[in-house]
């Protein structure tokens, strides 16, 4: 029987996001002109979803379901082998940090882990008309010892907002192509104006 995330492992996801002052605040900055980007086309059998109380769209898979109120939001996988956690900041502290950098100050503050999660290099998302940048890490969860791959994806519409996607997967039972779908739905990410 496959290892499935233990709950404490979820909303390590989560907090990660809000220590570096993302998720809390998804109001636009009153100097900010924000305009609907297209939503991205999604992959056949895929829908697009518009988050109007946070301000995006994305493109979902099928199965995959959404939870979460408030700052952030979490995405599951159907074998819930796979949690993406999305956190939205229009707060102009958001945009002091290249996204590359920010990425990788991300993924080494996500508590709940043996250690501190030490990123790749960034690598940056092309599939998005947003700047994008993306890291990857491996870790124990210090709550049951599950191993998991961990992925920190950036995208930012720059001085307008800034989206920051946080993938943990089961390392040892996870389907490759559920991580990529991760991957995916933040490449897919537009904006959209609140409300």
Request: with cysteine.
């Amino acid at each position: 029987m496959p290892l499935r995330f233990k709950p404490a492992a979820i909303p390590a996801a989560f907090l990660a996001v809000a220590i570096l002052g993302c998720g809390s605040d998804v109001k636009a900055p009153k100097t900010a002109v924000e305009s609907a980007q297209q939503p991205a086309k999604p992959p056949a059998g895929w829908k697009t979803v518009r988050d109007n109380a946070h301000g995006f769209s994305i493109s979902v898979p099928p199965g995959w379901k959404q939870e979460g109120k408030g700052g952030s939001l979490l995405y599951r996988s159907p074998d819930q082998l796979v949690a993406l956690s999305i956190s939205v900041d229009r707060t102009p502290e958001a945009f002091t940090v290249p996204v590359a950098k920010f990425a990788q100050q991300t993924i080494e503050a996500i508590p709940g882990y043996d250690g501190k999660l030490k990123p790749s290099p960034a690598h940056p998302i092309t599939a998005t008309p947003l700047d994008g940048a993306l890291v990857t890490a491996s870790g124990t969860t210090k709550k049951g010892g599950v191993h998991q791959e961990v992925e920190v994806a950036v995208v930012r519409r720059d001085h307008l907002v800034n989206y920051t996607g946080v993938i943990a997967a089961n390392a040892t039972s996870t389907p490759p192509d559920e991580i990529a779908a991760g991957r995916v739905m933040v490449a897919s990410i537009r904006d959209q104006p609140i409300g």
